[in-house]
C-alpha cells in the first residue's frame, strides 16, 4: 500500500475549463493574492512599528493576519500555477500535504476568533482588570494553544486519508485539495472519514463556536448599559467588525464540510473561494476600514515617508 501511494497523481478540475478564461481567472486571482498579502502585510507591520498598536487586541490582530497570509499561500499559488500551465496535475503526497496546512491554519484562525472575542470581553466587561489577565505571557500562551489546536485537529483528518486508497485518474472538483472533495473520490470506504468530519466538526467547531459567541451575549448587554455615545459606539464598531468576519468564515466553511450533496458543485466552489481566497483578503479590510487607530496609525506613517 505504502509503495503504491508514490505513485498516485490527482487532477484538479480548477475553476474552470475553458480555455479563454484561464488568463483572466490568472490575473483576477494573481492581484486577489497580491492585495491579501499586502493589506495583511501592512497590518502587521503597523502593529510591530507603532507602540501604541502594541496591545492584547493587536496581538491577536497581527496574528490573525500571519494566519490568513499563511492561508492565502497554501492555496492560492498553486490555483495560480495550474492557470498559468493548465495541467492540473498533483500528486497524493503534494495533495495531502497542502490539505494539512490548510486544516492547519484554517482551524488555528477558527480558533484565534474565539481567543479574540474572550479579549474584547474582558476589556469591555472588566476593564480595571484587563491588563492583569491578558498580560503578554497570556497573550503568548493563548496563541501557543491556538496553533497546538490547529496542528492536532489537522492531524486528525490527513492522517485518516492515509488509510484510503485512490485511482490515478482521480478529478478532485476543486481548485486545491480539500477535505470532503478528497473522500468523495476515494474508492476505499469512506464511512469512517465522513464520521469524524461530521463528529470533529460539531465536537471542535460547535463548542468553538459557543466559545466564541456567549461573551457577546455579555459583552452587548454591558454596552448598551454605557452611558457614552462615543465609548458606546467605539465598542460597537470593534465587536460588529470580528463579529462579521465570525459569520463569513463559519457560514462558508459549515456550508462546505457538512454539505455531503455533491450536486451542488458550483455551491461549493463559490463557498470554498469565500473561506480559502476571499476571506484572508476580506479581514484585514474589515478591520481596518473599521478601527480608527489603524487608520491614524497608517496615516501618521505615510506622513513620516513623506517627510
Given at each position: 500500500?505504502?509503495?503504491?501511494?508514490?505513485?498516485?497523481?490527482?487532477?484538479?478540475?480548477?475553476?474552470?475549463?475553458?480555455?479563454s478564461?484561464?488568463?483572466?481567472?490568472?490575473?483576477?486571482?494573481?492581484?486577489?493574492?497580491?492585495?491579501?498579502?499586502?493589506?495583511?502585510?501592512?497590518?502587521?507591520?503597523?502593529?510591530c512599528?507603532?507602540?501604541?498598536?502594541?496591545?492584547?487586541?493587536?496581538?491577536?490582530?497581527g496574528?490573525?493576519?500571519?494566519?490568513?497570509?499563511?492561508?492565502?499561500?497554501?492555496?492560492?499559488?498553486r490555483?495560480?500555477?495550474?492557470?498559468?500551465?493548465q495541467?492540473?496535475?498533483?500528486?497524493?503526497?503534494?495533495?495531502?500535504t497542502?490539505?494539512?496546512?490548510f486544516?492547519?491554519?484554517?482551524?488555528?484562525?477558527?480558533?484565534?476568533?474565539?481567543?479574540?472575542?474572550?479579549d474584547?470581553?474582558?476589556?469591555?466587561?472588566?476593564?480595571?482588570?484587563?491588563?492583569?489577565?491578558?498580560?503578554?505571557?497570556?497573550?503568548?500562551l493563548?496563541?501557543?494553544?491556538?496553533?497546538?489546536?490547529?496542528?492536532?485537529?489537522?492531524?486528525?483528518?490527513?492522517?485518516?486519508?492515509?488509510r484510503?486508497?485512490?485511482?490515478v485518474?482521480?478529478?478532485?472538483?476543486?481548485?486545491?485539495?480539500?477535505?470532503?472533495?478528497?473522500?468523495?473520490?476515494s474508492?476505499?470506504?469512506?464511512?469512517?472519514n465522513?464520521?469524524?468530519?461530521?463528529?470533529?466538526?460539531?465536537?471542535?467547531?460547535?463548542?468553538?463556536?459557543?466559545?466564541?459567541?456567549?461573551?457577546?451575549?455579555i459583552?452587548?448587554?454591558?454596552?448598551?448599559?454605557?452611558?457614552?455615545?462615543?465609548i458606546?459606539?467605539?465598542?460597537?464598531?470593534?465587536?460588529?467588525?470580528?463579529?462579521?468576519?465570525?459569520?463569513i468564515?463559519?457560514?462558508?466553511?459549515?456550508?462546505?464540510?457538512?454539505?455531503?450533496?455533491?450536486?451542488?458543485?458550483?455551491?461549493?466552489?463559490?463557498?470554498?473561494?469565500?473561506?480559502?481566497?476571499?476571506?484572508?483578503?476580506?479581514?484585514?479590510?474589515?478591520?481596518s476600514?473599521?478601527?480608527?487607530?489603524?487608520?491614524?496609525?497608517?496615516?501618521?506613517?505615510?506622513?513620516?515617508?513623506?517627510?
Open positions: 500500500m505504502e509503495n503504491q501511494t508514490v505513485f498516485y497523481t490527482l487532477v484538479l478540475s480548477g475553476l474552470s475549463d475553458l480555455p478564461l484561464q488568463l483572466p481567472l490568472f490575473l483576477v486571482f494573481l492581484l486577489v493574492y497580491l492585495m491579501t498579502l499586502t493589506a495583511n502585510l501592512l497590518i502587521v507591520l503597523l502593529i512599528t507603532d507602540s501604541h498598536l502594541q496591545t492584547p487586541m493587536y496581538f491577536f490582530l496574528t490573525l493576519a500571519c494566519l490568513d497570509m499563511g492561508c492565502s499561500s497554501v492555496t492560492i499559488p490555483m495560480l500555477y495550474d492557470l498559468y500551465t495541467s492540473k496535475i498533483i500528486s497524493l503526497q503534494a495533495c495531502i497542502q490539505l494539512f496546512f486544516i492547519f491554519l484554517a482551524m488555528s484562525e477558527v480558533v484565534l476568533l474565539a481567543v479574540m472575542s474572550y474584547r470581553y474582558v476589556a469591555i466587561c472588566r476593564p480595571l482588570h484587563y491588563t492583569q489577565i491578558m498580560h503578554w505571557r497570556t497573550c503568548v493563548l496563541v501557543s494553544g491556538v496553533l497546538i489546536s490547529g496542528i492536532v485537529y489537522s492531524l486528525i483528518h490527513t492522517l485518516s486519508l492515509l484510503l486508497t485512490f485511482c485518474s482521480n478529478t478532485l472538483k476543486s481548485f486545491f485539495c480539500d477535505l470532503p472533495q478528497l473522500i468523495q473520490i474508492s476505499s470506504d469512506t464511512f469512517i465522513v464520521l469524524m468530519i461530521f463528529f470533529f466538526t460539531i465536537l471542535f467547531c460547535v463548542s468553538i463556536l459557543v466559545a466564541t459567541f456567549c461573551p457577546y451575549i459583552i452587548l448587554n454591558t454596552i448598551m448599559k454605557m452611558q457614552s455615545k462615543a458606546r459606539s467605539k465598542a460597537f464598531s470593534t465587536c460588529s467588525s470580528h463579529l462579521i468576519v465570525i459569520v468564515l463559519y457560514g462558508t466553511g459549515f456550508f462546505s464540510y457538512l454539505n455531503t450533496n455533491t450536486n451542488y458543485v458550483v455551491g461549493n466552489t463559490v463557498s470554498t473561494l469565500f473561506y480559502s481566497v476571499l476571506t484572508p483578503l476580506l479581514n484585514p479590510i474589515i478591520y476600514l473599521r478601527n480608527q487607530e489603524l487608520k491614524q496609525s497608517l496615516k501618521m506613517s505615510l506622513i513620516k515617508m513623506k517627510s
